[in-house]
């Protein structure tokens, strides 16, 4: 028997199909992405529902043009002129699909904004995804590079996603075992990279949260307000205000948030870093170590400098950021030069955890 409340729609996935697919010419990237970088693509095309979706697949099977699928462009780095089709994801729609007694299963559309969508859950008090508050983007970019901050990954929270696959036109969906999550990543970063358009994620979701407070001063800052039994919305709002004052706001300061990866390293390296650095930040992951790349960058002495028209944020060395029209040449060159400094200085590489497209 399915309980009633099953049936609640969010907000349906069935709108009108007021606005046609429209496919542009010469389009200005720069209120697409976070960095506020001004770079323009050959053409551009936003999808709004699914029939879109299936007709661009379908042109896209005859034309065989580069492309580049978008959500909310929070996490790339456009060079100037990107001779690509950009593909705009913004398919809308929240729906309850399933409960019982602990769990409900929330069904999101691709195009839905990230921080709203946890905003929603944490107020209708759906646990698991409160950690994950504030975090710029869209739905179906979660999944790609498997987002996570204070202790939680999306993975910890996503059931199934459902996407289609570019060259056939196929629908599929695939389990949280399917996607490969690991560490900022998934097979839509490998296997399926740039072969799939991610429509709609699917979470489970939890009525009996089991909080998790113990990254990043979530539990300090909560000892402090004196709340001894925090519910989801005390964590979200501590994550809220933890992140507001750790990282820039995008609508006023242009950044793709933690530029790089933590990068891990051996056991071994580890203990040889320690005796050098005794101040190292790192955390156990797995079988080896996880070190902060932003106490990497800081040691090198990047924190707070800038080269050309993009800095190295002062509050935390881990973001690069827009001072004002920089070019994606230039944030590669920052990129560049920083992760060669770690280089010398720690022989470690750093990955980039934004993604380059030209
Ligand atoms: C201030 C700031 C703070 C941040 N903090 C965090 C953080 O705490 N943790 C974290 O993990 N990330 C963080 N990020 C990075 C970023 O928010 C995430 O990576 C986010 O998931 C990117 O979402 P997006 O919709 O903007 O994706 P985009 O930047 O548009 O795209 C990212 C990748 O996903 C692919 N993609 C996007 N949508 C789809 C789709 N529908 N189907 C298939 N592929 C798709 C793109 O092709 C691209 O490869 C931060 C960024 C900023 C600017």
């Given at each position: 028997?399915?309980?009633?409340?099953?049936?609640?729609?969010?907000?349906?996935?069935d709108f009108p199909?007021?606005?046609?697919?429209?496919?542009?010419?010469?389009?200005?990237?720069?209120?697409?992405?976070?960095?506020?970088?001004?770079?323009?693509?050959?053409?551009?095309?936003?999808?709004?529902?699914?029939?879109?979706?299936e007709k661009w697949?379908?042109?896209?099977?005859?034309?065989?043009?580069?492309?580049?699928?978008?959500?909310?462009?929070?996490?790339?780095?456009?060079?100037?002129?990107?001779?690509?089709?950009?593909?705009?994801?913004?398919?809308?729609?929240?729906?309850?699909?399933?409960?019982?007694?602990?769990?409900?299963?929330?069904?999101?559309?691709?195009?839905?904004?990230?921080?709203?969508?946890?905003?929603?859950?944490?107020?209708?008090?759906?646990?698991?995804?409160?950690?994950?508050?504030?975090?710029?983007?869209?739905?179906?970019?979660?999944?790609?590079?498997?987002?996570?901050?204070?202790?939680?990954?999306?993975?910890?929270?996503?059931?199934?996603?459902?996407?289609?696959?570019?060259?056939?036109?196929?629908?599929?969906?695939?389990?949280?075992?399917?996607?490969?999550?690991?560490?900022?990543?998934?097979?839509?970063?490998?296997?399926?990279?740039?072969?799939?358009?991610?429509?709609?994620?699917?979470?489970?979701?939890?009525?009996?949260?089991?909080?998790?407070?113990?990254?990043?001063?979530?539990?300090?800052?909560?000892?402090?307000?004196?709340?001894?039994?925090?519910?989801?919305?005390?964590?979200?709002?501590?994550?809220?205000?933890?992140?507001?004052?750790?990282?820039?706001?995008?609508?006023?300061?242009?950044?793709?948030?933690?530029?790089?990866?933590?990068?891990?390293?051996?056991?071994?390296?580890?203990?040889?870093?320690?005796?050098?650095?005794?101040?190292?930040?790192?955390?156990?992951?797995?079988?080896?170590?996880?070190?902060?790349?932003?106490?990497?960058?800081?040691?090198c002495g990047w924190?707070?400098?800038?080269?050309?028209?993009?800095?190295?944020?002062?509050?935390?060395?881990?973001?690069?950021?827009?001072?004002?029209?920089?070019?994606?040449?230039?944030?590669?060159?920052?990129?560049?030069?920083?992760?060669?400094?770690?280089?010398?200085?720690?022989?470690?590489?750093?990955?980039?955890?934004?993604?380059?497209?030209?």
């Open positions: 028997m399915q309980s009633p409340k099953m049936f609640i729609f969010c907000r349906n996935f199909n007021d606005d046609f697919m429209i496919l542009q010419q010469s389009v200005s990237l720069k209120s697409y992405n976070t960095f506020g970088i001004d770079a323009t693509c050959r053409y551009f095309v936003e999808l709004k529902q699914r029939d879109d979706v697949v379908a042109m896209q099977q005859q034309s065989h043009d580069p492309f580049f699928i978008l959500g909310g462009g929070s996490n790339v780095v456009f060079q100037q002129c990107i001779e690509k089709t950009v593909v705009k994801v913004s398919l809308r729609g929240i729906e309850a699909v399933k409960e019982d007694e602990g769990n409900v299963w929330i069904k999101a559309a691709a195009g839905e904004i990230w921080s709203d969508f946890v905003d929603y859950c944490v107020e209708n008090r759906w646990g698991g995804m409160e950690n994950l508050s504030n975090i710029p983007g869209t739905v179906g970019a979660a999944p790609v590079q498997n987002v996570g901050a204070y202790g939680v990954e999306a993975k910890d929270v996503i059931e199934t996603v459902e996407c289609i696959e570019i060259a056939t036109g196929q629908w599929k969906r695939l389990t949280n075992a399917e996607c490969q999550f690991g560490y900022r990543d998934s097979i839509f970063k490998q296997a399926f990279k740039n072969q799939y358009i991610i429509a709609a994620v699917t979470f489970r979701l939890t009525k009996n949260p089991k909080l998790q407070l113990s990254y990043g001063g979530i539990s300090s800052r909560l000892e402090r307000e004196g709340i001894e039994q925090p519910t989801i919305a005390d964590v979200s709002r501590v994550v809220h205000s933890l992140r507001v004052n750790k990282l820039p706001d995008p609508a006023i300061i242009g950044s793709a948030g933690s530029f790089f990866k933590n990068p891990i390293i051996s056991h071994d390296k580890y203990a040889v870093l320690l005796q050098h650095y005794r101040d190292l930040v790192a955390f156990p992951f797995e079988e080896s170590f996880k070190i902060a790349a932003g106490w990497l960058i800081e040691q924190k707070g400098r800038q080269l050309g028209r993009v800095g190295v944020y002062p509050q935390q060395a881990l973001v690069l950021y827009n001072l004002g029209d920089c070019t994606g040449e230039e944030v590669k060159q920052l990129a560049n030069a920083i992760q060669q400094s770690v280089k010398e200085k720690f022989d470690i590489d750093l990955e980039p955890e934004a993604i380059f497209i030209e």
